[in-house]
């Protein structure tokens, strides 16, 4: 008999930290349901205390996800518990997850307290967040680097005051696999009452452990690990769901079995790092886009002769599909709509009309229409609540000549023009843009993603512009690179000029 791993998905919540990625509440249900369908048992849906965007996002997701349970976050303060319990109103099946630091680094410097005086707080916590609901988690925060003899009270303590589910993060990601197993496989012989609640993993990945060390978690007792789609999450992000699913479904002798519904895997990939704006590294396990190309001559023979040479994971259980119709000018709404609903994406009649009205478009400037330009056609009504939009763009540029750009741009209805020269053609069009809109913004970071499919590909751009100390996110996705890095301006500015 297999033991049951439950799949706590955070992509909503710690992924969503990751600076620039933030979605709004129809992004964010989109997602959920995503999730919902992928068999995720517990979608974290937000930190209700930390803004009223995120309490709504809880709200709306408790109304609009049926069967996995929806988590809330809280510290350990009864006002962040309140709002939880309060955001989760609708939920079918609410979680608080509370919590506090245990490190004596987190107990000294952050709460300049004692461990007596923390361990009383982590009870109370527990006790008031059970005055709401039944299911409570609750964090040792900084558990990674907390002595475990400590550890172990704490562990045990607030399963005494009714924690459903303990929660031992390795907030730094510094622990090494053995380490961290260790860690767990103590806290199982050391903690009375251990097998009244479930013990859950929550590893970062800043040491390029995160994979490694929830593994060791669950293979030394822990029966949750707290996961993210592709990964992502503050700083080297959290450990990714794929790649948790695909290892215990490929190790068998494990006896490991989650309800994760493994073909969904590239599709809720796609459409995370799409609404996120946030790019997948070719050569990440089990959704980057090398993630199944054999490129040496010695693997691509081996392959043709038989796929088990040198694939351990048929790329069908994960959702790729080699056989999918290819995307063209004569594919139809019919197509175009199979498509989507593979990557997740499903859209009423009217909306239907409008993304292929500009697929068409799109394919009449390219012979074959990928996964990622759906994706971008997609989400390309974002643009359309923008303050500022791209009227047009017309640049001049070339060898010997110092290039120039002219552009329109039309500001919550009233049209500007101004043109400009600069170093280069991106150079020139955001001097342009620079003299109609006067802030003191400067461009930090300028990511074009790789084309993958020829010349006339779909280029990406991600930018990081800095204003006021803060850093906004843009994007834009055009076949022409020039006015994608124009858009991917004007999409960060739309941020903080409103
Ligand atoms: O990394 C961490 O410790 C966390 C907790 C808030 C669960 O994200
Ligand atoms: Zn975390």
């Not at 994760?260 to 396990?285: C, D, E, F, H, W």
């Not at 175009?336 to 239907?352: A, F, N, P, S, T």
Request: with cysteine.
């Amino acid at each position: 008999m297999s033991d049951r791993l439950y799949i706590f998905d955070t992509t909503l919540r710690d992924g969503e930290q990751v600076p620039g990625c933030q979605l709004n509440t129809v992004e964010k249900i989109q997602v959920a349901r995503a999730l919902e369908t992928l068999g995720v048992d517990v979608i974290e849906a937000g930190f209700p205390i930390s803004s009223p965007g995120d309490f709504k996002s809880v709200v709306e997701i408790s109304k609009a996800v049926t069967w996995p349970t929806i988590c809330a976050l809280t510290r350990a303060v009864e006002k962040d518990i309140d709002a939880a319990s309060e955001a989760l109103k609708y939920a079918k099946h609410g979680r608080i997850h509370t919590g506090i630091g245990t490190s004596d680094s987190h107990i000294r410097y952050k709460f300049n307290s004692t461990r007596e005086e923390i361990l009383e707080r982590a009870i109370a916590a527990t006790k008031y967040a059970k005055k709401y609901v039944e299911d409570v988690e609750f964090y040792c925060e900084d558990a990674g680097r907390t002595d475990n003899e400590y550890l172990a009270r704490v562990v045990e303590a607030v399963i005494k005051a009714g924690a459903t589910v303990v929660n031992i993060p390795d907030t730094t990601g510094y622990c090494l696999p053995d380490e961290y197993g260790a860690k767990i496989r103590y806290l199982m012989e050391h903690v009375d009452g251990i097998d009244k609640a479930i013990i859950s993993t929550h590893c970062h990945n800043d040491l390029g452990m995160a994979t490694a060390n929830t593994v060791q978690g669950v293979l030394n007792g822990a029966r949750q690990v707290e996961v993210t789609i592709n990964g992502i999450g503050e700083r080297a992000g959290n450990t990714s769901l794929e790649e948790i699913a695909m290892i215990f479904k490929s190790h068998k002798e494990q006896n490991i079995q989650t309800n994760i519904n493994t073909t969904k895997i590239y599709g809720i990939s796609r459409m995370v790092s799409s609404l996120m704006n946030m790019p997948i590294q070719p050569n990440k396990a089990i959704v980057g886009r090398n993630a199944f190309a054999h490129s040496s001559g010695i693997h691509q023979d081996g392959v043709l002769k038989n796929a088990e040479t040198y694939e351990i994971i048929d790329p069908k259980d994960v959702g790729i599909d080699d056989n999918a119709i290819v995307l063209t000018a004569r594919s139809g709404r019919a197509a175009l709509k199979h498509r989507m609903h593979v990557l997740g994406i499903d859209v009423d009649q009217e909306r239907l009309d409008k993304i292929y009205e500009d697929f068409l478009k799109l394919a009449d400037k390219k012979k074959e229409i990928t996964d990622d330009d759906v994706m971008v056609l997609a989400g390309a009504d974002r643009s359309q609540n923008h303050h500022i939009k791209l009227e047009y763009l017309q640049v001049t540029s070339g060898v010997g000549v110092r290039p120039v750009a002219s552009l329109g741009l039309n500001i919550a209805g009233e049209k500007f023009e101004a043109a400009a020269s600069g170093n280069g053609p991106v150079d020139a069009a955001i001097k342009a843009l620079k003299q109609i809109i006067h802030r003191q913004m400067v461009l930090k970071e300028f990511t074009i993603q790789a084309i993958s499919k020829g010349s006339d590909d779909v280029g990406k751009v991600h930018m990081q512009v800095e204003y006021d100390n803060r850093m906004y996110y843009g994007f834009g996705a055009n076949t022409d690179i020039i006015a994608a890095s124009l858009e991917a301006y004007i999409d960060a500015i739309n941020k903080f000029v409103k």
